[in-house]
């Protein structure tokens, strides 16, 4: 069959695609909550991220690929299904979820059960590495094989994939934005600056490399923890390195371990079509040359790697042929 609606509830991102129009909506997945009631949500919530005042606090739905804030997933299932549903667009859609690997069966129960009763219809779950790898470029209905690390804020994965499925799979429970927490750590205790969440990412937006660090730096501005006042510092790509290098070490090890666990068949096919980099943080720079070095596989990144689920995504919907292959209903 095919689906109407597929939906991403990410760590730091939630889209939509459509059948009809594609990938129609993106937002930050976060929320603002204040003694338990959500008062902001996606853009409005960025906006508080180190900001919020004195009892807020700026959440995101899920920690570590699995849902930690259950009331902000199931608030942002209705922003984002309520229009299908409350009026006549669509007589009960049917919705996809992207699946992350880490998914517990009472996490699906109450994305369908939330869904089902605004009034969707049939629900079914799609493997994201499966949607990245079709935003990717690639065609899983081939039984060649491919590996595909997806490099994601929350999570990242390798999967060999064949046949429109899974063959061997590691995940890592952790992502990009454990950079950025590292930087604010180090800074911190290195520099006594404190610093917020936006201003750590910043940094690694400017300095961080998986390549050796260069001798290069940065201004951030934070609370300087001696004065107690505003202040500054000079922040070097050596510092931002040491927040880097264990997320780079993990996803390679990932990589190495998942080709050594590969099928004969599958491992001829891996020297032919080597790495697929997805997610925001295949941007990282000299990752690529990094993971090709440690695990002799030449590594590609397609246009826009941050957008390959929300792509793929668009794609299975509209694809029946795909459909039938990655999305298994609930």
């Known amino acids: 069959m095919q689906w109407d609606i597929a939906l991403e509830l990410g760590e730091n991102t939630v889209r939509l695609a459509t059948r009809e129009n594609g990938l129609a909506f993106t937002a930050p997945s976060l929320g603002a909550m204040q003694n338990d009631r ?52 669509l007589a009960r859609p049917s919705v996809v979820f992207l699946e992350n690997g880490f998914t517990r069966q009472s996490e699906r129960e109450l994305l369908a059960n939330t869904a089902l009763e605004l009034g969707a219809g049939q629900c079914g779950v799609l493997y994201s590495d499966i949607a990245a790898a079709v935003g990717a470029g690639m065609d899983i209905r081939r039984g060649d094989g491919f590996a595909l690390a997806d490099v994601g804020a929350g999570r990242m994965s390798v999967s060999l994939i064949s046949y429109g499925r899974v063959a061997r799979a590691r995940h ?31 940094v690694k937006l400017v300095l961080a490399s998986a ?26 790509a050596i510092l931002v390195r040491e927040a880097v290098e264990p997320i780079v070490d993990a996803l390679a090890l990932a990589v190495q371990e998942t080709v050594q666990d590969a099928p004969d ?66």
Not at 61 to 81: D, F, V, Y
Not at 178 to 195: F, K, N, Q, T, Y
Not at 211 to 236: C, K, W
């Open 211 to 236: 390549l050796p660090a260069r001798e290069v730096t940065t201004t951030a501005v934070g609370l300087d923890m001696a004065t107690g006042f505003p202040g500054e510092r000079e922040i070097s």
């Open 38 to 89: 959500l008062i902001a949500i996606g853009e409005d919530a960025q906006e508080m991220l180190g900001r919020a005042p004195a009892g807020v606090r700026v959440v995101r739905p899920l920690e570590n690929g699995r849902i930690s804030e259950p009331k902000l997933a199931a608030q942002w299932l209705t922003r984002l299904l309520e229009p299908f549903t409350s009026g006549t667009k």
């Open 172 to 202: 890592i429970p952790y992502g990009m934005n454990r950079v950025d927490e590292d930087i604010a750590r180090l800074v911190r205790a290195r520099a006594s600056l404190s610093i917020g969440p936006r201003t750590a990412e910043d």
């Open 265 to 330: 068949e599958l491992s001829a096919d891996l020297l032919k079509s080597g790495l697929i980099l997805t997610g925001g943080g295949a941007l990282l720079s000299g990752l690529d040359k990094v993971l090709a070095s440690r695990c002799g596989l030449a590594c590609h990144i397609p246009e826009t790697p941050g957008l390959c689920t929300g792509k793929g995504m668009a794609r299975v919907l509209q694809d029946a042929v795909l459909s039938d292959m990655a999305v298994k209903a609930l």
